[in-house]
Every structure is written in structure tokens, then in C-alpha cells.
């Protein structure tokens, strides 16, 4: 079916930067929206930020004026930028499409395998 490809977590400084990218392949239509999502151990599960199809975003307050949510939609993918990164930062990180198929007229929605952000102090 649809399969969303993560990469670009690891390992960064207090400070440092990381640049997540997100993938889809196999059965896509149409990409209605794409959104970063993160969860710590025992933590519950938030939103980082999200951008529709028209280009619109939101951020978490948390992380606002520090990362950036963008899309290339020739490639399926989305990205997050993210900078002046913090030990708070530290999570597992997972995107999420919303796709619309038009045999039925219904909307999908698919998540990446999770990518871990480890930020030491």
C-alpha cells in the first residue's frame, strides 16, 4: 500500500541541527496533508507541526521560531527543519500523511516508522 520513509534523526548537541525528511511511496493519489508528530517515553503523543496541501502550517508553541514543516510535493515528501535544538527536543519522531482516494471518496492516513532525536545537553 503506502509506505512513509524516515530518515534523518540521531545524535546532536544542545544547540545543534537536525533535518528530518519524510517519503511516501507505493499507492498515492493525492497528499491532502502532511504533519510531524513526537513522543517521549511516558509521554503521550503531540504534535510538532502540520501543513496542508495549500501550504499553510502550524507549530507547536514549544518549538515555534525553531523548526520549519515544509513539502516538496513532486517527491511525496516533507520535511522538518529544526534548529537551536534542546534536550526537551528529545523524542521519537513520526510524520503523517492524509492521502484522498477518489475511488470512494475516502481519506487515508498513514505513519512513518518513527525516527529517534536523541539532544544532549
Known amino acids: 500500500q503506502v509506505q512513509l520513509m524516515e530518515s534523518g534523526g540521531g545524535l546532536v548537541q544542545a544547540g545543534g541541527s537536525l533535518r528530518l525528511s519524510c517519503a511516501a511511496s507505493?499507492?498515492?493519489?493525492?497528499?491532502?496533508?502532511m504533519a510531524w508528530f513526537r513522543q517521549a517515553p511516558g509521554q503521550q503523543r503531540e504534535t510538532v507541526a502540520a501543513?496542508?496541501?495549500?501550504?499553510?502550517?502550524n507549530y507547536a508553541d514549544s518549538v515555534k521560531g525553531r523548526f520549519t514543516i515544509s513539502r516538496d510535493n513532486a517527491n511525496n515528501t516533507v520535511y522538518l527543519q529544526m534548529n537551536n535544538l534542546k534536550p526537551e527536543d528529545t523524542a521519537v519522531y513520526y510524520c503523517?500523511?492524509?492521502?484522498?482516494?477518489?475511488?470512494?471518496?475516502?481519506?487515508?492516513?498513514?505513519w512513518g516508522q518513527g525516527t529517534q532525536v536523541t539532544v544532549s545537553s
Open positions: 503523517k500523511i492524509w492521502l484522498y482516494v477518489v475511488a470512494g471518496g475516502r481519506t487515508f492516513d498513514y
Open positions: 501543513i496542508t496541501s495549500g501550504g499553510t502550517t
Open positions: 507505493g499507492s498515492i493519489s493525492s497528499i491532502n496533508a
